[in-house]
């Protein structure tokens, strides 16, 4: 079993959907979770960041949290044809990021 | 732009042949990761740098792999007699030192070996 689960889609939803993207994890170590974006042939970019259990808004992203369960969400409201891209969570432990593989998004127009 | 900068952005060279790869992180950040992805996937860990220290390095990191960062500002990461598996996107990223905020990440090295 990975550290780190995340599917890898492809999810394709309508321009304007609300989207869900998760990801489940082992180690109760785990310290702090990001959300990273990667358009194709780029490097990551990161989007959010949070440490505690709970949610954390930034524009239309909303970052979830549950560590009781090990559960890790990305919410993204009125999705953009420009919202198209990978998104990679990933969790620090110690020094180390661990990554999931990453889920591949489309948002239609 | 004041970002993590990666020179060059693609490589193509011979198996066998030796490369090198720059990164200059963001300026006040202490640390400086490299990481190698393959499509598909994400990041590997290879390496990292507290200033000048490499304090880490990954089982991945064969010895034909050497990370440099002499004055804790820029970083070169060398692969000598390339092999058509080192063909991956090499990544950059840069944080500092303690507590909040995640690594920020360079565009990318692609490097193709033929």
């Known amino acids: 079993q990975k550290e780190v689960e995340q599917d890898p889609g492809p999810l394709s939803v309508p321009e304007g959907a609300i989207v869900s993207l998760n990801c489940t994890y082992s180690?109760?170590?785990?310290?702090?979770f990001m959300w990273y974006r990667q358009y194709s042939r780029k490097g990551p970019e990161l989007l959010m960041y949070t440490y505690s259990s709970g949610n954390k808004e930034d524009g239309r992203f909303t970052a979830q949290v549950d560590k009781s369960s090990k559960y890790i969400s990305l919410f993204i409201r009125d999705s953009q044809p420009s919202d198209s891209a990978t998104y990679l969570c990933a969790m620090r432990l110690n020094r180390k990021l661990i990554w999931g593989l990453g889920t591949s998004l489309a948002v239609n127009p | 732009d004041t970002g993590v900068s990666q020179d060059p952005r693609h490589k193509i060279t011979k198996r066998g042949q030796n490369v090198t790869f720059r990164c200059d992180p963001i300026?006040?950040?202490?640390?400086l990761y490299w990481y190698r992805q393959t499509l598909g996937q994400g990041p590997e860990f290879l390496t990292y740098f507290q200033n000048e220290a490499q304090l880490e390095k990954s089982r991945l990191l064969s010895d034909r792999f050497s990370a440099e960062r002499p004055k804790g500002s820029f970083s070169t990461l060398e692969i000598q007699r390339t092999e058509q598996g080192d063909s991956a996107m090499y990544l950059c990223?840069?944080?500092?030192?303690?507590?909040?905020?995640?690594?920020?990440f360079g565009p990318g090295t692609r490097l193709t070996v033929l």
């Open positions: 300026s006040e950040h202490n640390r």
């Open positions: 180690n109760s170590a785990f310290q702090y």
């Open positions: 990223a840069s944080s500092l030192v303690q507590g909040a905020g995640g690594q920020f």
